[in-house]
């Protein structure tokens, strides 16, 4: 039986996970902290809910599994605030359209945008750590690189005053 391969650039849409991983091949466990999970899920539903365009909602509703508190306020607010998370992305993404963007960037820029917007009580380092952590098991080579840069510039203007101090390692 000959391999089935995919059409092209399907499987160039698709998050790439380059996390480590148990021996069993999962990788449950990877991160003991339930913030950075619950940013990973809500990653997931509107990374998925793009691709098939279609609304978290409706992506929510397909899954059928309760999500916690904080994954839902977090897709919630994506989902209510995107006209605006999407102006200021294309305002500080610097000649990258959204739709040149990777979907799997786009979709990590837009959950940290919405917390730069909404969550002041999270500081804006741990919302650029916890993007760039996401872009770069997710994204492309350049990905922690990208996000870091638009999420850094769009939290200059929406958080001005607060001093930006990101972990530069992540970043690379």
Same mark, same amino acid.
Do not use: Y
């Given at each position: 039986m000959a391999d089935e391969q995919e059409p092209r650039g399907v499987a160039d849409e698709r998050p790439r996970d380059t996390g480590s991983h148990d021996d069993d091949g999962s990788d449950w466990g990877h991160d003991?902290?339930?913030?950075?999970?619950?940013?990973?899920?809500? &990653?997931?539903?509107? &990374?998925?809910?793009?691709?098939?365009?279609?609304?978290?909602?409706?992506?929510?509703a397909r899954i059928q599994v309760p999500f916690d508190e904080l994954t839902m306020l977090l897709i919630e607010g994506v989902a209510t605030q995107q006209t605006r998370i999407d102006e200021l992305l294309a305002s500080h993404s610097h000649a990258w359209t959204l739709d040149r963007m990777l979907a799997t960037d786009r979709n990590v820029l837009r959950l940290g945008a919405f917390e730069l917007i909404a969550r002041s009580d999270v500081p804006t380092a741990v919302i650029l750590n916890e993007a760039v952590r996401l872009a770069?098991? &997710?994204?492309?080579?350049?990905?922690?690189?990208?996000?870091?840069?638009?999420?850094?510039?769009?939290?200059?203007?929406?958080?001005?005053?607060?001093?930006?101090?990101?972990?530069?390692?992540?970043?690379?």
């Open positions: 003991a902290d339930p913030r950075s999970d619950a940013r990973e899920r809500a &990653f997931n539903v509107l &990374f998925e809910s793009d691709v098939r365009r279609c609304t978290p909602h409706e992506t929510i770069k098991r &997710f994204g492309s080579d350049d990905s922690g690189r990208f996000v870091n840069g638009v999420l850094a510039a769009i939290a200059r203007v929406v958080r001005a005053g607060e001093t930006l101090s990101v972990d530069q390692s992540s970043a690379d």
